[in-house]
């Protein structure tokens, strides 16, 4: 089986560290539970040039490469892996960030067989299209943006996680079937056991494949 895992608020604790750095630089008192927008230029009242120095910042050394992994998704993904599954990390970031990103997983083990970066929200011309996912086949995915799980959804992904978070509550443009479709989880620890069923399922189908082939 194929699982997709966004990068930032699902394997790396980004926001978070988003919002203290905003906060100190622009003497903002912005809290993490107040961010009811996924743009944080706009939960931040940003202009433009505020938005450009704030993610130039972010998308550097001494930022990408010092984020922590959240807890509890190392052995989650690891215990997937060792299943016999792949895991295809997949971003949103600038494609410029490529080479630090690789590296904070390298470094930080994740366990991973591909790193995409893709133009999720329609910011980087540079990058592929989120259409470039359609072709991947996952069977499963893990996302905090509530946008992005709806479209994976629509192209055929079979179980969509959401973590959590305060952006993505507000959920009023999405038809009620498909709110329905995603799983809403409060973080990997949560997650865990139904990614294992999710994986040992998958394992538990195999004999009977094998003896049909005899
Ligand atoms: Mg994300």
């Given at each position: 089986m194929r699982l997709y895992v966004d990068i930032?608020?699902?394997?790396?604790?980004?926001t978070r560290r988003i919002l203290r750095l905003a906060n100190r630089r622009f003497g903002t008192r912005l809290t993490f539970e107040e961010l009811g927008s996924f743009d944080l230029g706009v939960a931040l009242g940003l202009d433009a040039s505020g938005v450009h120095e704030l993610f130039a910042e972010v998308n550097a050394p001494g930022f990408l490469d010092r984020l922590p992994t959240r807890r509890g998704a190392r052995p989650a993904l690891r215990a997937w892996a060792a299943a016999g599954h792949a895991v295809s990390v997949v971003t949103g970031r600038p494609p410029y960030t490529r080479e630090l990103t690789a590296a904070w997983l390298a470094r930080r083990r994740v366990p991973h067989d591909s790193l995409l970066i893709v133009d999720k929200y329609g910011r980087f011309p540079d990058a592929p299209r989120r259409d470039a996912l359609r072709g991947l086949h996952f069977d499963a995915a893990l996302e905090d943006s509530l946008e992005t799980a709806a479209f994976l959804l629509e192209i055929g992904v079979e179980r969509v996680f959401l973590f959590d978070r305060p952006w993505n509550r507000e959920t009023g443009a999405l038809p009620p079937a498909r709110l329905a479709r995603i799983r809403r989880v409060s973080g990997w620890r949560e997650l865990a056991p139904e990614l294992r069923a999710l994986g040992e399922g998958d394992r538990t189908g195999l004999p009977a494949f094998a003896s049909a082939l005899r």
């Open positions: 930032d608020d699902v394997l790396a604790e980004t």
